[in-house]
Nanobody, 125 residues
Framework: QVQLVEAGGGLVQSGGSLTLSCAASGFILDYYAIGWFRQGPGEEREGVSCISSSGDATYNGDFVKGRFTIYRDNRGATVYLQMNNLKPEDTAVYYC??????????????????WGQGTEVTVSS
């Protein structure tokens, strides 16, 4: 059974940092690109970052602006999203997902096949 499990969310003050993790089981994480998405209150789900299966290629949404870093530990079957200089507008539920391709294609939530349950990030001003 394929599972993606996010962790690391929480409450942080503006300017603070969090590192989210996405642990995979039931499939070989090495083969697949993994994306992070987020959904704020009353908003649509949007793509945040993506990393290719090899880790050589990454994609970040325009709003990231160098604040977030995505990386992966294939041996540990985990993908991380390090978020620095967090802003209140980053408040959202963060999800990891895969469309079962090895490269980061268009970050469309409708293309994703497997999703985690999400981890909540709240940034206070």
């Amino acid at each position: 059974q394929v599972q993606l499990v996010e962790a690391g969310g929480g409450l942080v003050q503006s300017g603070g940092s969090l590192t989210l993790s996405c642990a995979a089981s039931g499939f070989i994480l090495d083969y697949y690109a993994i994306g992070w998405f987020r959904q704020g209150p009353g908003e649509e789900r949007e793509g945040v970052s993506c990393i290719s299966s090899s880790g050589d290629a990454t994609y970040n949404g325009d709003f990231v602006k160098g604040r977030f870093t995505i990386y992966r530990d294939n041996r540990g079957a985990t993908v991380y999203l390090q978020m620095n200089n967090l802003k209140p507008e980053d408040t959202a539920v963060y999800y990891c997902a895969t469309d079962l391709w090895d490269t980061c294609r268009q970050m469309s939530s409708t293309d994703m096949v497997y999703w985690g349950q999400g981890t909540e990030v709240t940034v206070s001003s």
